[in-house]
């Protein structure tokens, strides 16, 4: 491969892979540092990429609006609506225990699947939304376009970075490990367990909003077949295990070290013979699979583990 | 009346005798291993799969090959028990709840890899329904499916209530510890769990694949609704699974049907919402199902 | 004086904090014997470790003539030896009938039938009650029900985690005839006690622990007259 050719394969691998950090960092304020665990990563994610697609795109019969707003609207359109989404879900679910969550979660993501693959007045149904702006896009074209894309994600990575380790460290992200930790103590401490994870769910999903803002305007186009839910969902979950549940940079390590493997691997499946090429994808779900089981048993505290003393049994 | 009892009850029986099926093995494992079982779903993909290709080699009638999807299961269930959730049965349950998240995706990516992505189907060709009582009209498979389910059902009751297994399984599933006190075999509880779990979710696999068509999501989307069903019976009550999957059946294909006026009650395609807000709404208000289940 | 249970320099605790230290004790055959001692002593921990639920670090346990130490529990079921659990010792959704049959799988006796009916015979209550799930019957009740289940398995020796724990002193007064019985018919017991003073008067012999260590032993009522013992576990008043 030719060395431009090489370094712009590079800004993809490292776009995407920042995407994934914000992700990342979202479900460790969730799972981290609230002990939520949430399987409708890929629900939230979509919520906030529609959100900022309709706020920004052009007017259009086929779907509602487009309001044609400047991006910064977009993507705080998707923090608001992502947030608001998580908002709804939590002051229903959140009550619930560990694997009761789970499993309401699973609902939840695939609910919003349904509004979105039905609702066509809303998001146009199954034909998508095309034509969602770049930032800059009048500006500048092709290649050059990634780069200035590539500083803005990594922009967003660091502020959702510095926006998560302040609530870490703050009394407020000690509340949280604490009920985390042993809820029955925490509460019998006085604090209002359930407002706290309401707050701690719903910031997490307006992340989530956020970084599917970013994936719609970096496509440019934006249908419900554009990702595979279940393998963000799961892909994000294997970063933050791998990087170390419980700390920010873990979460960008963990993210940034599993998109390499993963695009990686994409590398090694392409020089596949031609039979194989179509099931490429379903080797790599299996190697991730793997890798995911290899993380919880030998390798759980992850890249860059928690600092703080866990009282957990793990 | 009647198309009410043909094109909603029927197909409602039909879909709920998979889910009792699948939700059985949810509700033991949760019950006996004290873990939501995510790979529950893909385990009926992979037993729908084993009869599928026995099928291919041996032309006879899908459901006379059902041993063969149910060995493939159990082995399945009773590999990934032993290599991924055992070494992690010590830590808190949530861990092995990843883990399975994962072997959802690991035994999907193995149907792909060896059964292709797309739609097949055990048998072709259109098969007329029976008519019954000269305005009662039935699937011949629809048929089959809620008898099978019912025997099914009538036998895992008497297994549960009569059997040494059986009763060390709920001994086991009420108090663990005491189960181990009284020197039970937990660990054989277990992989009987295991191997009763993968059956019925094998069979109900190939149920749901013959009513429809066989592909790797099969399970997966089938995953919710027995969710609802383990937690609609109580957590750790297979009968009640069973009476959960069938009443979840019914609700969601009812819930379609015109009640109120000439429209729909709720618009097909959100047809899998019920099942998630019987199970959300069981969770916060009555969180031991209908049969006082266990509370996590 | 053979012992039936002979516990030797055991020592055993949670992550290396040992909770029991250096503990040793004999428990002859067809007696009685309490442990005391105050909260946090380590009493519970000991008839766990005794029975392998609990990781033993040091020290030997051997029943009868045989050496038992390193066994598991479902391997000392079978030799003669079942346990009481403070709480949650029944199967609550199981009958009773259910939960007195669980007991005899870890050792099926010959003759199940007769078994339950020699049980039975020592819990009339329970007869009237064996299609009832155990969950349902009263706190007294279901001490019947776990000490039957735990008799199921024929014992030699019958582990009891205070079986009067949280039962009304009428109660207390029937189960602590019921083990008199239960000791009448060929049955050792050891059981930790919180109603000192009672167990100590129905016990042949009684053993202090305090800290986790041996303090003293002795025989009931040695005990119950020695001045450090009453001053310090009996509540002062003379026995």
Sequence with gaps: ?314 | MIDFINLYLVPGLTIGSVYALGAVGISMIFGILRFAHFAHGDLMTIGGYGVLTAVWFIPVHPLLLLPFGIALAIVSALAVDQFFYKPLRKLPTIYTVIASFGVALIFRSLAQLFWSSGNQVFISGVRMPVVLFDTFRISELHMQVILLTLIIAIGLHFFLTRSKLGRAMRAVSDEPELAAVAGLDTERVIRWTWVIGASMAATAGVFAGMDTSMHPNLGWNLLLAMFAAAVLGGIGKPMGAIAGGLIIGIAEETATFTWLSDEPLISPSYKSAVAFFIMVALLLFRPQGLFKGRLL | MSALLSVKGLTAGYGGVPIIEDVNLDVAEHEIAVIIGPNGAGKSTLLKTIFALTARSEGDVSFGEKDITGLKTAQLVPLGISMVPQSRNVFPTLTVDENLDVGTYAAPPKDKDAVRENVLSLFPDLRGKLGQAAGELSGGQRQMVALGRALMSEPKLLLLDEPTAGLSPAYLEIIFDLLLDIRKRGVTILMVEQNAKQALRIADNGHVLVSGKNFISGTGEALLNDDAVRRSFLGGAAA
């Design chain 1, 1 to 314: 491969m030719e060395l431009t050719g090489l370094f712009f394969y590079l800004v993809s691998v490292l776009i995407a892979g920042g995407i994934y950090a914000v992700l990342c960092l979202a479900l460790n304020v969730q799972w981290g540092m609230g002990g939520l665990f949430n399987a409708g990563i890929a629900g939230f994610f979509a919520v906030g990429a529609y959100a900022s697609a309709i706020a920004t795109t052009a007017v259009s019969s086929k779907h509602l609006g487009g309001f044609a707003l400047p991006i910064p609207f977009g993507l705080a359109a998707a923090m608001i609506v992502a947030g608001v989404t998580g908002w709804i879900v939590a002051k229903i679910c959140v009550r619930l225990k560990s694997d009761y969550l789970a499993m309401a979660s699973v609902g939840i993501a695939e609910i919003l699947r349904l509004v979105i693959v039905n609702e066509s007045w809303l998001t146009n149904g199954s034909l998508g939304i095309a034509g969602v702006p770049r930032p800059f896009g009048n500006l500048v074209q092709g290649r050059e376009a990634d780069l200035l894309y590539l500083v803005m994600v990594w922009a967003c990575v660091l502020a959702v970075y510095v926006l998560c380790q302040r609530l870490y460290v703050s009394p407020w992200g000690r509340t949280l490990r604490a009920i985390r930790d042993n809820e029955d103590s925490a509460r019998a401490a006085g604090k209002d367990v359930d407002w706290f994870r309401l707050q701690t769910f719903v910031i997490g999903c307006a992340i989530m909003g956020l970084a599917g803002a970013l994936s719609a305007h970096y496509f440019k186009f934006l249908s419900p077949s554009a990702t595979e839910p279940l393998l963000v969902t799961f892909l994000v979950w294997v970063m933050l295990m791998a990087g170390g549940s419980g700390n920010n940079k873990g979460a960008i390590v963990g993210a940034l070290a599993i998109w390499f493997i993963w695009s990686a691997t994409e590398i090694f499946t392409s020089r596949l013979p031609p039979e194989w090429i179509t099931r490429s994808s379903y080797i790599r779900m299996l190697l991730v699979g793997l890798l995911l089981q290899f993380v919880l048993q030998k390798f759980r505290s992850g890249l860059v583990p928690e600092k703080s003393p866990k009282i957990r049994s793990d």
